[in-house]
T-cell receptor, first 114, second 113 residues
Framework: EPEVTQTPSHQVTQMGQEVILRCVPISNHLYFYWYRQILGQKVEFLVSFYNNEISEKSEIFDDQFSVERPDGSNFTLKIRSTKLEDSAMYFC????????????FGDGTRLSIL | QKEVEQDPGPLSVPEGAIVSLNCTYSNSAFQYFMWYRQYSRKGPELLMYTYSSGNKEDGRFTAQVDKSSKYISLFIRDSQPSDSATYLCAMSGLTGGGNKLTFGTGTQLKVEL
């Protein structure tokens, strides 16, 4: 069964550094998402992306965050200057095109900011 | 009032028990309802999704939606130790593709031998 893959599984970064999290969505999917889960808290929506542009973003997704589809298979989340509170699991998801389609998630990248 | 409320548990049941997991919500715009299962250090895995009020069955799992009461449930019959995981309810509106999901906090389930 096709799946969403994310790399790396664990990223450790010094505060203030830039980090890029990578995702390969399911190949025929056209909608892409990033979610965040701080330890012990619920999964929170960050951003959705379609047709090479952001379709919706949450208030968490401020100017420090950006997303990109650099080629036909990858989808990335960049955090420009990381803060301690950015430590979390980051999940990528994708869904097919249509009136409503379920989202399928990767196993996440655990981001630890020191 | 939180948009989605879910009892965090933990919930511990013996093998073979019927498990009932529940969420309530306050936002009338939610039209699609999902249940995800999350094992430790893994991503949410889609179990079931439904749109209309009523029941939807898939093997040992039944999803129930009551839009009038803003209440959804997931029933697991003949629970197995492999069902031990955190169960997340999630919801979205009906605005076309690319809908953001709003999650509950998750209920941690342990099925004991």
């Amino acid at each position: 069964e096709p799946e969403v893959t994310q790399t790396p599984s664990h990223q450790v970064t010094q505060m203030g550094q830039e980090v890029i999290l990578r995702c390969v969505p399911i190949s025929n999917h056209l909608y892409f998402y990033w979610y965040r889960q701080i330890l012990g808290q619920k999964v929170e929506f960050l951003v959705s992306f379609y047709n090479n542009e952001i379709s919706e973003k949450s208030e968490i997704f401020d100017d420090q965050f950006s997303v990109e589809r650099p080629d036909g298979s990858n989808f990335t989340l960049k955090i420009r200057s990381t803060k301690l509170e950015d430590s979390a699991m980051y999940f990528c998801a994708s869904s097919d095109e249509g009136a409503w389609q379920p989202q399928h998630f990767g196993d996440g990248t655990r981001l630890s900011i020191l | 009032q939180k948009e989605v409320e879910q009892d965090p548990g933990p919930l511990s049941v013996p093998e073979g028990a019927i498990v009932s997991l529940n969420c309530t919500y306050s936002n009338s715009a939610f039209q699609y309802f999902m249940w995800y299962r999350q094992y430790s250090r893994k991503g949410p895995e889609l179990l079931m999704y439904t749109y209309s009020s009523g029941n939807k069955e898939d093997g040992r799992f039944t999803a129930q939606v009551d839009k009038s009461s803003k209440y959804i449930s997931l029933f697991i019959r003949d629970s197995q130790p492999s069902d031990s995981a955190t169960y997340l309810c999630a919801m979205s509106g009906l605005t076309g593709g690319g809908n953001k999901l709003t999650f509950g906090t998750g209920t941690q389930l342990k099925v004991e031998l």
